[in-house]
């Protein structure tokens, strides 16, 4: 686990051209992120679980790893207003993969894709924090704001992240697009 500061990851993230790759999505299409005009926002997330199975050991103590339920909802509930602010794209990221993921958007009637870094290229790709547990490869939860490709704001990090939605909905009002 690394110990990179929470605004070292902010400041090296901000600016950052994402890497050209494709990842799956639960839509069925995949999605390369470098090549989409406008405004996107990506939030990064741990795990889901389905309901009635057991999180990882520990997990309840690890720092910012519950909520991402909270997280994906606060998403869906917002989506029209993002959209209604300038949001061209809007997805979740996970390092679970599409076939898991794709329980998570039915049970939650999330409106937008989740894409998958289950190889886990993008994280390395961008260096993104993460951490391990059971075996488990995991993002550490936050969220980009990217214009044409490349990365302009970082939310890093979520500590409240049934808030996280709003708080992108109020950066995207303060910062509309040129």
């Keep these: 686990m690394s110990m990179e500061s929470d605004m070292h990851v902010i400041e090296r993230l901000t600016g950052q051209i994402v890497p050209a790759l494709s990842l799956p999505a ?3 299409q995949s999605v390369d992120l470098s090549v989409l005009a406008g405004r996107t926002v990506v939030y990064a997330y741990p795990r889901t679980s389905k309901p009635g199975t057991a999180s990882p050991t520990g997990w309840d103590e690890i720092p910012g790893a519950k909520g991402c339920t909270p997280q994906s909802c606060s998403f869906r509930d917002h989506a029209t207003e993002l ?6 794209n809007l997805f979740g990221l996970s390092s679970q993969t599409t076939a898991y993921q794709k329980e998570a958007v039915e049970r939650l009637h999330l409106p937008f894709a989740l894409l998958s870094d289950a190889d886990h290229r993008f994280k390395e790709a961008m260096a993104m924090p993460g951490f391990d547990v059971d075996g488990l490869r995991l993002f550490k939860r936050l969220t980009m704001i990217l214009e044409d490709g490349k990365i302009t704001k970082v939310f890093y990090p979520v500590t409240a992240p049934a808030q996280d939605a709003e708080n992108v909905l109020q ?3 303060d910062n509309p697009r040129a």
Aim: charged residues 10%; positive net charge; glycine residues 16%.
């Design 171 to 173: 950066w995207c009002r």
């Design 83 to 88: 959209l209604a602010v300038g949001v061209s």
């Design 26 to 28: 639960t839509n069925g």
